[in-house]
């Protein structure tokens, strides 16, 4: 990272509280310099509820058998909420041996799930309900469950940068998902009854204006800097606080942080588009553990002003406005 730019990044990535572990774990440090209020994530909606048949052919299991059921399904689901993988309800399920002739399937999926956040503080949920009712959302999204932190933290922020100071990657990804979600919703296209929306092109150009050690383009499509984006891997030690932006925003898309898709005149009409022209929005995953009041925050800060009272209450009306889903699981077989 270029010097003139260092002072602009360190806004975006939570400072190495190594530099005083006892006083940080205390609270000491925390809030030290730049500070982000915290705010609620959006609601996210429970697992369906679980049908009285599946619950009693659970009960009634050899107590085993049962636990042996139940176990598998938790870890299945407990690595991937490590490694932020969304949850395939049926695939976890098969994963773990539970299969049709069980009658089980929506029983042990809701203790799994329970067992979770009990021990962990994890829960088990589905996307905001207004994102559901957004035009053009992918259908791939609409089944499926994410494991959010649901440990409350301090106004400080605490616990949050506690676990993502672990691990130098952990904060860059973290600041850097954030600042994405501060560019485009921002700068991005607002659209009614649909997420803000931003050519990919548009969103390299200002991270470049952050930081000149970022590409100013996306790669190109079957370029071997394209094809090298499909390496990135978690856990790297790394002392560059300048991450390969082409790999992680291209693993966060993976993890449902972001949105990716190709852009067209229906859903992107304020711009002249260019051949090969991508689209980047608001993930689900970034709705369920940060929030857009939370980003709409962040922005304000950076800024040094107040946040904006309408895109608020832009917020509190999706919310509200959202219509209740049914919340029983639908006849499906589980292979």
């Known amino acids: 990272m270029s010097r003139r730019n260092k002072r602009k990044q360190e806004h975006f990535v939570h400072e190495d509280p190594s530099q005083d572990e006892e006083d940080d774990y205390h609270g000491g440090n925390i809030g030290a310099g730049f500070t982000l209020s915290q705010q609620d994530p959006e609601p996210s909606q429970s697992i369906p509820t679980e049908r009285p048949s599946e619950r009693n052919n659970l009960d009634k299991l050899d107590p085993e058998a049962r636990e042996k059921a139940v176990t598998s399904l938790a870890r299945i689901m407990l690595f991937?909420?490590?490694?932020?993988?969304?949850?395939?309800?049926?695939?976890?399920?098969?994963?773990?041996?539970?299969?049709?002739k069980d009658k089980i399937a929506s029983?042990?999926?809701?203790e799994a799930s329970d067992r979770l956040l009990k021990v962990f503080g994890f829960e088990v949920c589905k996307m905001p309900k207004y994102m559901e009712n957004w035009k053009g959302i992918p259908a791939k999204y609409k089944d499926r469950f994410f494991v959010a932190n649901r440990v409350k933290d301090s106004d400080q922020g605490t616990h949050s940068r506690c676990i993502h100071s672990v691990h130098s990657p952990s904060s860059v990804e973290r600041g850097f998902i954030l600042l994405v979600n501060g560019l485009i919703f921002c700068k991005g296209e607002s659209r009614t009854h649909g997420p803000r929306k931003m050519l990919e092109r548009d969103l390299y150009r200002l991270l470049h204006?952050?930081?000149?050690?970022?590409?100013?383009?996306p790669p190109i499509q079957g370029t071997s800097r394209a094809k090298n984006a499909k390496q990135y891997r978690t856990g790297t030690s790394t002392d560059i606080a300048t991450p390969n932006v082409d790999t992680l925003l291209d693993q966060c898309v993976h993890w449902d942080?972001?949105?990716k898709e190709k852009a067209s005149d229906e859903n992107f009409s304020s711009q002249v588009l260019e051949e090969g022209d991508m689209l980047i929005?608001?993930?689900?995953?970034?709705?369920?553990e940060i929030g857009r009041s939370q980003i709409i925050h962040f922005c304000a800060s950076i800024l040094?002003?107040?946040?904006?009272?309408?895109?608020l209450r832009e917020v509190q009306e999706d919310v509200e406005e959202a219509p209740e889903m049914d919340d029983t699981y639908m006849e499906e077989e589980v292979a």
């Open 80 to 100: 991937k909420a490590l490694e932020r993988e969304p949850i395939d309800r049926l695939k976890v399920l098969k994963d773990a041996g539970i299969t049709t």
């Open 107 to 110: 029983a042990a999926f809701q």
């Open 209 to 217: 204006r952050i930081d000149d050690a970022i590409p100013e383009e």
């Open 257 to 259: 942080y972001f949105i």
């Open 281 to 288: 929005s608001m993930g689900p995953r970034s709705a369920i």
């Open 304 to 311: 040094g002003e107040e946040p904006d009272p309408s895109m």
